[in-house]
């Protein structure tokens, strides 16, 4: 089973709206990671948020975990149709090296 | 700005046939890593390398899947023989591990169709 469930599968919204995905999972990380992934292409990594910090920001993004409830979000502020794509969120859950991938989120972004 | 090459970009061949797909990890990266993708699985690791050697390949069908890292600037993921079930889009990812939390970098991947 997946590690890591990102919640809602799919999100539909106008360009300027903030767009809100969240990501759960199952056992004890150190870490864990969003990546976004365009149509045809590869994933890129887009913040890491260790288990001892609450909250971390980058540009529009700003992501928090809650390793008490085992979830984490994902926020993107003032969306632009640039924005479209998957986002996945991934865990360290079997061991340093690796990482386990959700299903992710399918963001869309109506100019 | 270093990437993730991996070629070819699309795979068309029927069941029965060998395919090879080939990766050109980032330099310096120590860990290389390959995924498969597909709509009802998601994102699926299949086996990872350390400084050439490998790690894990628990998540590969051994029967038929094999993975080679023949030297630092090249890994290979094979299918011999490949079956429909098989086509996906096959991820290489290279990171360096062991100098704390670090992303992992993708290739652009291998969209494989086994007719």
């Known amino acids: 089973s997946q590690q890591g469930e990102e919640d809602p599968q799919a999100l539909s919204i106008q360009e300027g709206e903030n767009a809100t995905m969240n990501c759960s999972y199952k056992?004890?990380?150190?870490?864990l990671q969003w990546y976004r992934q365009n149509s045809g292409r590869g994933l890129v990594h887009l913040i890491l948020i260790r288990s001892n910090e609450r909250e971390k920001h980058s540009g529009r993004l700003r992501v928090t975990l809650d390793t008490s409830k085992k979830s984490s979000s994902l926020l993107i502020t003032a969306s632009r149709a640039a924005d479209t794509a998957s986002y996945f969120c991934a865990t360290d859950d079997k061991g340093y090296s690796t990482l386990t991938f959700g299903k992710g989120t399918m963001l869309l972004v109506s100019p | 700005d270093a990437r993730v090459t991996q070629t070819p970009r699309h795979k068309v061949t029927e069941m029965g046939q060998e395919v090879t797909m080939r990766c050109q990890p980032i330099?310096?990266?120590?860990?290389v890593f390959w995924y498969r993708q597909t709509m009802m699985q998601g994102l699926e690791l299949l086996a990872y390398f350390r400084n050439r050697a490998p790690l894990d390949d628990s998540g590969m069908p051994k029967d038929r899947f094999s993975a080679e890292m023949p030297d630092a600037t090249l890994a290979t993921l094979k299918i011999q023989p490949s079956e429909p079930r098989d086509s996906a889009v096959y991820f290489c990812a290279s990171g360096l591990v062991g100098t704390g939390h670090q992303p992992q970098h993708f290739g652009d991947g291998t969209r494989l169709s086994i007719l």
């Open positions: 056992t004890s990380i150190n870490n």
């Open positions: 330099l310096g990266h120590n860990t």
